[in-house]
């Protein structure tokens, strides 16, 4: 359970960075993903959701891996910047590609994170 929360945590912070165009590095992305101020509105976070969330994620996580793997092998901060951007858009197309957008992605996750009951829910819904 410890690790699928980290996981939850590493996705979160990649895809929050997708969001405001960080050039941060993806594989260092590990702090949680905090919305900026007047962002923090909660909602009420179904199960389809949770579930969109899920495959969203599954997704994401192959797109890090990828890029990790990927990252060992460059030599420069101009390749390392090209594949960021590469990173970012797969993963950007990853969550998309579910009934998501990056914004309810980064909120869903947010919620997880904070939210027992709805870590819970996650949880069951993702085994």
Do not use: H, W
Request: hydrophobic fraction near 40%.
């Amino acid at each position: 359970m410890l690790l699928l929360k980290n996981r939850i945590l590493m996705t979160a912070a990649t895809v929050g960075l997708l969001s405001t165009g960080s050039m941060a590095i993806v594989a260092n992305a590990q702090e949680s993903y905090m919305p900026p101020q007047g962002q923090q509105q909660q909602m009420n976070v179904t199960d389809t959701q949770l579930q969109e969330f899920a495959k969203a994620q599954a997704s994401v996580n192959q797109v890090q891996t990828n890029f990790q793997d990927r990252a060992k092998a460059v030599e420069t901060q101009e390749e390392m910047q090209t594949l960021q951007l590469q990173a970012n858009k797969q993963m950007v197309q990853a969550v998309e590609q579910t009934d998501l957008n990056v914004e309810q992605y980064n909120q869903i996750a947010n919620i997880i994170q904070t939210d027992q009951k709805v870590q819970e829910r996650y949880i069951k819904l993702a085994q």
